[in-house]
């Protein structure tokens, strides 16, 4: 069980959510908290891999996003959501889990905190 779900719902280049959604839980995670990150909606655009950040005046994630994994925060991609961005299973970076909305809710039913972006 995770002690914190952040669910990143907004894609990773346009607007501060993603940054610092990935800022949250490597933070949380540098302090030994179970972190789940689970990126609905425009938010699986971050488990894209080779993110193409040119123009947007923001930092490219996936960098940060790899890190996340590295660290030890678990990380899900609900399945719809990549099917609506068509983002297909081989685009997705490695280590991030594709899950359905029961797991999802799973996830959000056991944390003890909960935080969306």
Request: hydrophobic share 50%.
């Amino acid at each position: 069980m995770a002690a914190v779900a952040m669910i990143l719902k907004r894609s990773p280049y346009g607007d501060i959510n993603a940054a610092e959604a990935v800022r949250h839980a490597l933070g949380a995670v540098s302090f030994e908290m179970g972190v789940d990150l689970i990126l609905m909606d425009g938010g699986v655009l971050l488990a894209k891999k080779g993110q193409d950040d040119t123009g947007t005046g923001f930092t490219n994630l996936e960098g940060v996003l790899r890190d996340c994994l590295d660290m030890g925060v678990a990380v899900y991609a609900d399945d719809i959501s990549l099917k609506n961005r068509r983002v297909a299973a081989e685009s997705v970076i490695e280590g991030v889990k594709t899950v359905g909305g029961t797991a999802i809710a799973g996830f959000i039913k056991e944390a003890k905190t909960t935080m969306i972006f």
